[in-house]
């Protein structure tokens, strides 16, 4: 039994089955090779490509993000001395203008006062001229009811003409 | 297990041409089957693979090692889709046999067309003058001349012979392999008809293990097949 079963199966070469495993196999390569294999190694190509690319423009995204940071920061950095610069400078011409403000009013109060005090001045000499005569018209007027008194007026005309011709005699 | 093939002598009245009708059957079946399953699991193919791409990319990826641990990928690049169709068409030939026997009118019909040493030996040879093709190709005619005289010129016998036992250790290992599993699978069914209907229950656990181990020996000699190919491929194309 066993030499039948063996010798049936294995049943020699035949040249026909060999054309026929020669043929479907080689038409399956290139079949599987037109349809199935080249279309998916084609996409795993694809997606290696890609990922080297995106890997690559990441780097380079990175390195930029990287300057832009420092000079981001840099600019940070001016920026914040210039403000320094600004404050000390706005704080320098404040003292500058504080000092200005001080010594003008100092000198406008110091005019003010002058003036004050001039005009003061003048007032006092008008008001003492002014005294002057009110007094000797008060005390010429006391003195004329005194005289008034005791004095005629024909004494009253003949005084007058007295002092006219004084005034004549002055005159010339 | 007395069961027969259909062999047709004298086809076409051509009388040198026979044909093991069983064989080629399930030899076109085979390929039939591996071209839809590939086909169908290679289509709408995304840059973001999901489910079958997933496992197609896997076995591609599967291909690639075997073919980059035994040369420069540069070179074996081109033997990709070969070494491709290799396995998968011998993985399905090997497990069509373990899955179902068929036998009509004392005749097998359905078995793994692996099992037979006719195409074992047909894949073999296709294989190696493959390589020798493609060291013609390569490396050229004279590099590729010089190469079975090397290191000296006495060794040229010996590189003739190896041509002819790699071709030779290839087929029938693979033919001894998956032959040998279906012999033991068909005892296996055999022993569950004998007599009791307690033998069939008796039958079914060996059964169920031979045929994991079928599946397992199928997957193994498919990656054997196609490993050995591609290391005889290596020293073909390859400078040494």
């Known amino acids: ?172 | 297990m007395d069961h027969g093939a259909p062999i047709i002598e004298n086809l076409f009245g051509i009388p040198w041409l026979s044909i093991d009708l069983s064989s080629a059957m399930m030899m076109v079946v085979s390929c039939l089957i591996v071209f839809i399953l590939a086909v169908l699991a290679t289509r709408n193919l995304k840059m973001k693979p999901t489910g079958i791409q997933n496992f197609m990319e896997w076995v591609v990826d599967f291909v690639k090692k075997i073919i980059n641990d035994s040369m420069d990928w540069r070179t074996g690049k081109v033997f990709l889709p070969l070494a491709l169709t290799l396995i998968t068409f011998i993985f399905i030939s090997n497990i069509l046999g373990v899955i179902v026997i068929g036998v009509y009118d004392g005749d097998i019909w359905w078995k793994s067309p692996t099992a037979d040493a006719g195409v074992t030996l047909t894949l073999a040879g296709f294989m190696i003058i493959m390589t020798n093709f493609y060291g013609v190709k390569m490396r050229g005619t004279k590099k590729y001349a010089k190469s079975f005289v090397k290191p000296v010129f006495f060794i040229l016998p010996f590189k003739l012979i190896e041509e002819f036992t790699n071709t030779m250790t290839l087929g029938f290992r693979l033919y001894g392999n998956i032959f040998a599993g279906e012999i033991l699978l068909g005892l296996i069914a055999e022993m569950a008809f004998v007599t009791l209907p307690i033998a069939f229950i008796g039958a079914l656990i060996p059964m169920i293990l031979w045929q994991g181990f079928s599946l397992f020996i199928g997957a193994i000699q498919a990656f054997i097949f196609t490993t050995l190919s591609m290391v005889y491929m290596s020293h073909k194309v390859e400078n040494h």
């Open chain 1, 1 to 172: 039994m066993q030499h039948v079963v063996i010798g049936a199966a294995v049943g020699g070469l035949h040249i026909g089955n060999i054309i026929v495993t020669l043929v479907s196999f080689t038409a399956l390569i290139f079949l599987l090779k037109r349809f199935a294999w080249g279309p998916l190694i084609n996409v795993m190509e694809e997606r290696e490509h890609f990922v080297a690319t995106e890997l690559e423009t990441a780097q380079e995204k990175r390195v930029e993000a990287d300057q832009a940071i420092k000079e981001a920061d840099q600019k940070l950095d001016h920026a914040r001395k210039e403000a320094k610069q600004i404050v000390i400078d706005a704080k320098k011409s404040a003292t500058t203008l504080e000092e200005n403000i001080l010594s003008e009013a100092r000198e406008t109060a110091k005019k003010m006062r002058q003036d004050a005090e001039d005009e003061m001045a003048v007032e006092r000499q008008e008001v003492l001229q002014e005294m002057q005569s009110e007094v000797a018209d008060i005390a010429f007027q006391i003195a004329m009811d005194i005289i008034q008194k005791e004095i005629s007026p024909e004494d009253q005309k003949r005084l007058i003409q007295e002092r006219l011709d004084h005034l004549g005699e002055d005159n010339s």
